[in-house]
């Protein structure tokens, strides 16, 4: 079982950046990839951004491919997002999530949750 807890949300003004954290529980964090997923009020959840089991490879949304980096350190069990160059658009509940594959972009594909950071961006 991973446990996960994301912080770093806050608001910003757009144009400006973030980075997120997300610290997980136990010894098997390095056996999992990680996705950062983002979901605004009225909106399905979406994917934003994956690393695989070594930080070696990414994978990202369109829509912030460019303005955003994920990377992990295994040693520290914590993932992070940056976010650059924030947009309006952006701001949503920021989810971190543990899969046992590298590259889903469904939430169902994860099996572990954070409880989320708020991100609000403001024009």
């Known amino acids: 079982q991973v446990q996960l807890v994301e912080s770093g949300g806050g608001l910003v003004q757009a144009g400006g950046s973030l980075r997120l954290s997300c610290a997980a529980s136990?010894?098997?964090?390095?056996?999992?990839?990680m996705g950062w997923f983002r979901q605004a009020p009225g909106k399905e959840r979406e994917f934003v951004a994956a690393?695989?089991?070594?930080?070696?490879?990414?994978y990202y949304a369109d829509s912030v491919k460019g303005r955003f980096t994920v990377s992990r350190d295994n040693a520290k069990n914590t993932a992070y997002l940056q976010m650059n160059s924030l947009k309006p658009e952006d701001a949503a509940v920021y989810y971190c999530?543990?899969?046992?594959?590298?590259?889903?972009?469904?939430?169902?594909?994860?099996?572990?949750w954070g409880q989320g950071t708020q991100v609000t961006v403001s024009s």
């Open positions: 136990g010894r098997t964090f390095s056996s999992y990839s």
């Open positions: 999530a543990a899969d046992r594959e590298f590259g889903h972009t469904a939430a169902p594909s994860y099996d572990y």
């Open positions: 690393i695989n089991l070594s930080g070696r490879y990414t």
